[in-house]
């Protein structure tokens, strides 16, 4: 089955860097979009993210441009997500998606927060 697992999350100063990964498996990987969200308290689900298959198109929502760079391992079945310059507001658990046949598949989530 379809399983997408979140790592690299911790607590970190602003200004800090932090590197999350997501190891995919029960799909073909090389072959789908893969997509960074995040949640914080009280908010809604927001994208923060997206890198296409053959890593020809990344988008990232205005408030990570410039320090936040997503990436992908097609050999490795990972993507990853480069985060620096970290602010407070970055605060938030990171979830994994990917869409398969209309059905979005999530990962359990990483926590990174941000705080002197």
């Known amino acids: 089955q379809v399983q997408l697992v979140e790592s690299g999350g911790g607590s970190v100063q602003p200004g800090g860097p932090l590197r999350l990964s997501c190891a995919a498996s029960g799909f073909t990987f090389s072959t789908y979009t893969m997509r960074w969200f995040r949640q914080a308290p009280g908010k809604e689900r927001e994208l923060v993210a997206f890198i296409t298959s053959a890593s020809g198109i990344k988008f990232y929502t205005d408030s990570v441009k410039g320090r936040f760079t997503i990436s992908r391992d097609n050999a490795k079945n990972t993507v990853y997500l480069q985060m620096n310059s970290l602010k407070p507001e970055d605060t938030a658990v990171y979830y994994c998606?990917?869409?398969?046949?209309?059905?979005?598949?999530w990962g359990q989530g990483t926590q990174v927060t941000v705080s002197s």
């Open positions: 998606n990917v869409q398969l046949r209309g059905y979005d598949y």
